[in-house]
C-alpha cells in the first residue's frame, strides 16, 4: 500500500482558498486518491476522488500532477464550519470488488474567524 | 434516506464484560466495513463483509473479537472479554455493491470506554 504524508494541521481564515498538499510517492498505476473529511464525533466522509489532472465537484478540487506522486485538494473560501480533519487516501479500485480504506493520520485544519 | 446508524453511541464496561456493537448500513448496501480508533492512533481497518460472508478479516486485532451480519443486513461485532486496550472509536462503513469510487459511508461511531 501506498504511504502518505500530509501536514499534521493547518490554520485558515474564513473566506480564504485552502490546500492541502498529500505526498504518495509510491502510489502505484491502478492507485486512485481519494479525500475524507471527519468532524469532531462523526465517522469520515467521502469528498473527492480522482486519477490523474484536476477532479472538481460541488465541494472541492483535486489537483494531480503528471507524476502523481502527491496531490492538492483545494477548498475554495472555507467557512467555520469546514475545520474537521482531512484525510488523503491511496488505494486501488477494481470493478465489482470494494476495498478496505487505509487512514493516515490526516489533516487537522482549523478555520478561525 | 437514512445514513449508516450504530448503537450505542457510547459504552462503558469493566474489564472482562462483554459488548455488542451494533450496525446498520445504508439499505441496497452489499459491503459492510467495521474500523476502530484507538486512542491517538489511526483509524485502522477491522473487517468487511459482502452480504452476509466474511470477506477480508484480517484486520481483526485477536479472537476476542466476533462479528456476524446474518441474513446480510445490520451487523455486530461483539467483544468478549473486553480489555482495557479495546477503549476506542468503532466506525461502520457501508458501500454499493459495485462501485467504482472508493466511498464508503461511515456511521457516527461507537464509543467504547473500558475501565
Known amino acids: ?113 | 434516506e437514512a445514513g449508516v446508524t450504530q448503537f450505542p453511541s457510547h459504552s462503558v464496561i469493566e474489564k472482562g464484560q462483554t459488548v455488542t456493537l451494533r450496525c446498520d448500513p445504508i439499505s441496497g448496501h452489499d459491503n459492510l466495513y467495521w474500523y476502530r480508533r484507538v486512542m491517538g492512533k489511526e483509524i485502522k481497518f477491522l473487517l468487511h463483509f459482502v452480504k452476509e460472508s466474511k470477506q477480508d478479516e484480517s484486520g481483526m486485532p485477536n479472537n476476542r473479537f466476533l462479528a456476524e451480519r446474518t441474513g446480510g443486513t445490520y451487523s455486530t461485532l461483539k467483544v468478549q472479554p473486553a480489555e482495557l486496550e479495546d477503549s476506542g472509536v468503532y466506525f461502520c462503513a457501508s458501500s454499493f455493491p459495485m462501485s467504482s469510487y472508493n466511498e464508503q459511508f461511515f456511521g457516527p461511531g461507537t464509543r467504547l470506554t473500558v475501565l
Open chain 1, 1 to 113: 500500500l501506498a504511504k502518505t504524508t500530509q501536514p499534521i494541521s493547518m490554520d485558515s481564515y474564513e473566506g480564504q482558498e485552502v490546500n492541502i498538499t498529500c505526498s504518495h510517492n509510491n502510489i502505484a498505476t491502478n492507485d486512485y486518491i481519494t479525500w475524507y473529511q471527519q468532524f469532531p464525533s462523526q465517522g469520515p466522509r467521502f469528498i473527492i476522488q480522482g486519477y490523474k489532472t484536476k477532479v472538481t465537484n460541488e465541494v472541492a478540487s483535486l489537483f494531480i500532477p503528471a507524476d502523481r506522486k502527491s496531490s492538492t485538494l483545494s477548498l475554495p473560501r472555507v467557512s467555520l464550519s469546514d475545520t474537521a480533519v482531512y484525510y488523503c487516501l491511496v488505494g486501488a479500485i477494481s470493478s465489482g470488488s470494494a476495498r478496505q480504506l487505509t487512514f493516515g493520520s490526516g489533516t487537522q485544519l482549523t478555520v478561525l474567524p
